[in-house]
């Protein structure tokens, strides 16, 4: 990572049925691909899989949501409404952990 990029909040959390839930978001030099200046993941999935469960992110810069395999491009209100979405669509048992 170049010294133009920071990070903002990287947490992970493997649980024992071989599951993972990972939050990232960098604070990255405005630009075409990222003119909000934010590169994020909110992801939940088996570990090592292709395809997560649900992803939100931007890394190719449109702002998309992953889910079943299939991904859509949404629009982007801001972090926390991603965040609070995420956590939603997380099994009852693992948002105490977010």
């Known amino acids: 990572m170049g010294d133009d990029v920071e990070v903002l909040e990287d947490e992970i959390q493997a649980y024992d049925d071989g599951t993972v839930a990972r939050i990232r978001v960098l604070d990255v030099p405005e630009s075409k691909r990222f003119p909000d200046g934010i590169k994020y993941a909110f992801h939940y999935g088996e570990a090592g899989a292709d395809e997560p469960i649900i992803r939100f992110d931007n890394h190719h810069g449109p702002?998309?949501?992953h889910i079943?395999?299939?991904v859509f491009e949404i629009e982007f209100d801001g972090l926390q409404p991603l965040y609070r979405a995420w956590r939603a669509a997380l099994p009852s048992e693992k948002r105490i952990d977010w």
């Open 63 to 65: 702002h998309e949501l």
């Open 68 to 70: 079943a395999g299939q």
